[in-house]
């Protein structure tokens, strides 16, 4: 059975209130933080979208990229696998 961390039973009332102010203030900073990268992550686009004759003429792609590949009449999509990381056929 799992042991949780319990708080000590005689606190006073001030100093429940000190450690409130401290876990409210450390949650503030933690909350701003997180949403300081959620838009920085969110401004950037996740994938790139290519139009071209072939995949293998795109130079370095990112995973999660997409490409139509004229030359098969195919939409793939650069997936990234524990195995590989390859084009892969989407239709």
Excluded: C
Excluded at 31 to 39: C, F, K, M, N
Excluded at 52 to 76: C, E, L, N, Q
């Amino acid at each position: 059975m799992a042991r949780y961390p319990t708080l000590p039973f005689a606190l006073t009332t001030s100093e429940l209130k000190d450690m409130y102010d401290k876990v409210q203030r450390w949650s503030s900073i933690l909350i701003s933080e997180l949403d300081s990268r959620d838009i920085e992550a969110e401004s950037k686009p996740t994938s790139n979208i290519y139009a071209v004759v072939t995949t293998g003429s795109i130079g370095r792609p990112r995973k999660g990229d997409i490409a139509y590949a004229a030359s098969a009449g195919k939409f793939r999509g650069y997936v990234s696998t524990a195995a590989s990381t390859e084009w892969q056929d989407l239709n």
